[in-house]
DNA sequence: CAAGGCATGTGATTTCAATCACATGGTGCT
DNA sequence: AGCACCATGTGATTGAAATCACATGCCTTG
């Protein structure tokens, strides 16, 4: 069992935008809220919940998704440690709109809704980075508003998300598209909107065509201006 | 002409999020920026262009859209008086997410992106405001999202679509399911990932099983339960 | 190793909506 | 009034993908 450290000497602090507010900020931030160390499968908050607490992401990873009644799930994304989960609908004062559930062991920092706006209200460099944070959610919802509902085919969509996956994984090479493919087909289907059927024969086919290939869970964009092309 | 009123009295300023800031705050928000008339069909600003500014819409509606190459037009929402346009883009430090184009006469607000975030940064309660109007941003992207790539057909989005304005422009008497349609059918087709033709024939439709009437420009929707197993 | 469970691959069929093509209807202009 | 222009309505055809059904392959676990 690792030792309980505080946010001020979080080896993650200055890669995330939320964490890297000022000393001063954080050390009145670090007592607020509790750790708690989910499992993988484990529910953190559902969809429509009464908004009590924000949910400060400090490892791991988090699948938010939204259900209709028809049982159709849409996954939105997966969240990465520094991702304050709930953070919107706390400010926003609604519902949480997702649910978040781990999909591996994760360790989070939870914190009373009214906690963290009073902190925020006293520490303005804590709300701005708040806003911050907020906007970057708001440009990652938008761009999955495009990526859904642009392209006019399934393959198009699912073009999109390999190119976003192997943009956010490239490391300092921009050049190889490679990532990690985590999730099944089942997964991707639910983030763009179709079958799991579909995703199997689209992913076959880009494979067929030599613009991607695939070894296990490894997945390389081979020629990503044609998937651009698909994606439009 | 109009005398060029001030922040402070201006007579929307306690209807929206933003504007309501406090009197202390106010006054220094008022000289900032300078205000700009716009026609109908005037464009504020392109998707892509750098955020070298903010935009608070004073008075009229203003169309926000993104548009794919193939020439596939994605309209996001129509924002009303009181949003500020350009925000997340302002604070996430990145180009304009899409392309906002006045439906009619427009009277907006037009500040430097830094002034703002400098004004931002001194004013802790503006700030706050900022992060909450961004969140309502957040909030609206995802309900978006949701409307777009849960239901499993064209009607149902056109119908998760007409749920909503029926439901935002609903006064006190939530009974009424009457609202103003001011899109035409090709708008609605670029809000529904759908064909203006689908639009027409799936608006036929709704109209023949009574779940909705329409008079001109005046849409009443007599069984929102039924719209709602629909959109689901 | 056997066996069950889950992920993936693939064919056949059906359904939905995009597309193309054209008719109708209203509005504004001159 | 007459014409042009745009929005709307509607049929016919086509194409893409959902659906159904089943085979294969892989991993876990008793």
Not at 66 to 73: N, Q, V
């Amino acid at each position: 069992m690792e030792r309980n450290q505080g946010c001020l000497d979080c080896p993650a602090r200055g890669k995330h935008l939320f964490c890297g507010m000022e000393d001063a900020s954080l050390t009145k931030f670090d007592p607020l809220g509790t750790i708690v160390q989910f499992g993988g499968g484990g529910v953190i908050f559902r969809e429509g919940d009464n908004c009590g607490s924000v949910h400060v992401l400090c490892s791991g990873r988090v699948k938010l998704s939204a259900t209709s009644r028809e049982g159709r799930t849409l996954i939105l994304k997966i969240a990465r440690a520094g991702e304050v989960l709930g953070l919107s609908a706390a400010l926003a004062n609604q519902p949480y709109e997702v649910t978040a559930e781990t999909v591996e062991p994760c360790r989070l920092k939870t914190i009373r809704r009214q906690a963290l706006l009073d902190f925020l209200d006293r520490n303005p460099d804590a709300s701005m980075r708040a806003a911050r944070a907020v906007a970057q959610e708001y440009k990652a919802a938008f761009a999955e508003v495009r990526r859904l509902a642009l392209p006019a085919t399934a393959s198009g969509r699912v073009a999109g998300l390999l190119l976003e996956w192997s943009r956010e994984q490239a490391p300092a090479n921009s050049q190889s598209g490679r990532c990690v493919m985590t999730l099944t087909h089942e997964e991707i289907a639910s983030m763009t909107a179709t079958t799991r059927e579909t995703v199997t024969r689209v992913l076959g086919q880009l494979r067929r065509d030599q613009l991607i290939q695939i070894r296990g869970a490894a997945l390389t964009v081979l020629q990503p201006q044609a998937l651009e092309r698909l994606a439009v």
